[in-house]
């Protein structure tokens, strides 16, 4: 545990990322200097998880609010009273989870989510537990020759036509998960977008390997020509020893930085249900 913080306990989970946050109610009134220091958990720590929280939407909303605008996802519909959130559903009777693969969240945005808030609302007995990846020790860990080849490298993004998905759309993926709503982005917004492959970090100056499921081809490339590096780098940016695995209880929140971590929803709770509440801050454009 790490002692020095005044107001919350800050327990790291693993040795390359997460630490657990107590000694803290999300629901209270809390003093602007708490806020300070789980600002600082999250920037030392890339992903923060909180136990046994009792919140409704809107303190889910006050909180995510105290770090930026929110986000709504373009293809995604969110809460019918609550816009802002979107619920994260899966029933005994869907054949496919949301956020089954890594990613970083809203990379195919002009200007990526900032963080994600995720608040479990009911878990599985067992199995729906979320997996973390460092992007820092993932760049840290390239050669110097690779650092060098891809220092100027963007990369295209795309919210759809995943090719996980063997090119589906996100319609036709959603057809194995009826409990969620995928809309039509409007024609004005941009879900294709080139962000650079190593960003620095705006709060730490550090820089961090900016890869995920998102990604199409590297520009000025072929898809073809991209494909070999877009799954060496996807493959060494989730190697064992850069990640962290939390596993969910009703109640449970956790806080992750998208400028510096990948995630991946594991979908091994068959015949359960699970249901999260997640509201996205908007970030900057990368660079």
């Not at 002009?110 to 995720?118: D, E, H, Q, Y």
């Not at 993932?138 to 090719?163: C, E, H, P, R, T």
């Not at 995920?212 to 590096?229: A, I, M, N, Q, V």
Request: proline residues 6%; hydrophobic residues 35%.
């Amino acid at each position: 545990m790490r002692n020095d913080y005044q107001h919350i306990t800050v327990t790291p989970i693993s040795g390359a990322l997460g630490a657990e946050i107590g000694n803290v109610d999300l629901a209270a009134d809390n003093p602007e200097s708490v806020y300070d220091e789980i600002n600082r958990a999250l920037l030392e720590n890339q992903v923060i998880f909180f136990r046994d929280q009792d919140i409704t939407p809107k303190q889910h909303l006050a909180f995510a609010k105290r770090w930026g605008d929110l986000h709504q996802h373009p293809f995604m519909k969110g809460m019918d009273e609550f816009p802002d959130i979107l619920e994260i559903k899966k029933t005994p009777s869907d054949k496919r989870n949301f956020g089954g693969g890594w990613h970083s969240d809203q990379m195919f945005a002009p200007k990526p989510a900032m963080g994600t808030i995720l608040y479990a609302k009911e878990t599985p007995t067992h199995g729906g537990d979320t997996m973390f990846a460092n992007m820092y020790l993932a760049y840290d860990a390239l050669s110097d020759g690779m650092k060098a080849m891809i220092g100027n490298m963007k990369a295209v993004s795309s919210g759809d036509n995943f090719k996980a998905a063997g090119g589906k759309t996100r319609k036709e993926v959603a057809g194995d998960n009826k409990s969620m709503t995928v809309l039509d982005p409007s024609p004005t917004e941009k879900t294709i977008n080139a962000h650079p492959v190593v960003r620095i970090h705006p709060e730490t100056g550090r820089k961090a390997l900016y890869t995920g499921g998102h990604w199409r081809y590297f520009e000025d490339l072929t898809e073809g020509e991209s494909e070999p590096l877009i799954d060496f780098l996807r493959e060494h940016s989730t190697r064992p020893e850069f990640t962290c695995r939390f596993r969910w209880e009703d109640g449970s929140i956790a806080f992750w930085d998208n400028r510096c971590t990948q995630h991946f929803a594991i979908d091994d709770y068959p015949g359960q249900t699970r249901i999260m509440h997640r509201i996205t801050v908007c970030g900057d454009e990368p660079f």
